[in-house]
């Protein structure tokens, strides 16, 4: 697997004093700035659709909801690329909890059932032993493959399914009709930008999302990895470490 590249793209603000003390200007600094005008976007949206304004039609209705949704992609977006660039700079922090992870799962699966109009199947043992991580990364992480397999065209039912062991646990999150070929897998967890003939550029298969989701996997002293078979369909797996002395839970 190729390690992402996480170094983003940076210019230098010279202190305005005038002495040579500089220092790189990046994504993360600018997330205020960013994050506002979206925040009135989604605000002022979110009181239209209440009809605070009026009563709307249906089609002024529709397109206000579209609006605010692209307007809360852009937001997980720009959080997306933000959290990569303190991952670079190892700024990122992690409030490191031991977890139950089922209740994680439970947590977050009527959210995405809300925001992305999948079917969710859960397979959860009896006992299950506590993890050692960040719970809200770990939310991030699956949101993240969740997002990933909901936005390819044939996946209408994601699988999530525990799987303990005496060193870790193990959360897989299937795609069942979901087939890869191995060139997109090669590159899905790579943070790189491919140029094209017609110099078009791209960012490789896994976007954003899905290298962030490797590398917060990988701080928790874990992994991320992915296969992918025309009959049984993609299958992400997401380890993590098992508390130390920790007990099974029911």
């Known amino acids: 697997m190729t390690e992402p590249n996480l170094q983003p793209n940076q210019f230098f603000i010279q202190n305005p004093t005038g002495s040579a003390s500089s220092r790189p200007l ?14 009135s976007i989604l605000g002022f949206s979110e ?17 206000i909801s579209a609006i605010r949704q ?17 991952l670079a700079a190892d700024e990122l922090k992690f409030d490191m909890v031991d977890i139950f992870l089922p209740d994680v799962i439970q947590k ?26 960040d719970s809200d990364r770990i939310d991030q992480i699956v949101l993240n493959v969740s997002r ?4 390819q065209e044939k996946v209408k039912k994601i699988r999530l399914i525990v799987e303990p062991n005496e060193t870790d646990v193990t959360l897989r999150m299937i795609a069942p009709n979901l087939f890869l070929p191995t060139p997109k897998l090669d590159e899905i967890f790579e943070l790189a930008v491919h140029t094209d003939a017609q ?11 899905l290298p962030l ?15 992918s078979r025309e009959e049984t369909g993609t299958c992400f797996f997401l380890k993590l470490p098992i508390a130390a002395a920790s007990p099974a839970q029911k």
């Open 26 to 39: 990046e994504l993360r600094h600018l997330s205020h700035d960013l994050r506002g005008p979206l925040n």
């Open 47 to 63: 009181l239209l659709l209440d009809g605070v304004e009026g009563p709307l039609t249906d089609l002024q209705t529709e397109d």
């Open 70 to 86: 692209s307007a809360k992609h852009l937001m997980w977006l720009i959080n997306t690329v933000v959290d990569l660039s303190k």
């Open 108 to 133: 977050l699966v009527p959210l995405i059932k809300r925001e992305m109009s999948v079917e969710i199947t859960i397979d959860i043992p009896n006992a299950i032993p506590m993890v050692r991580g």
């Open 148 to 151: 990933f397999l909901i936005d």
């Open 199 to 209: 110099g078009h550029s791209k960012l490789s298969y896994g976007g954003v999302a």
């Open 213 to 227: 989701a490797w590398q917060l996997a990988a701080r928790h002293q874990g992994s991320l990895r992915v296969e």
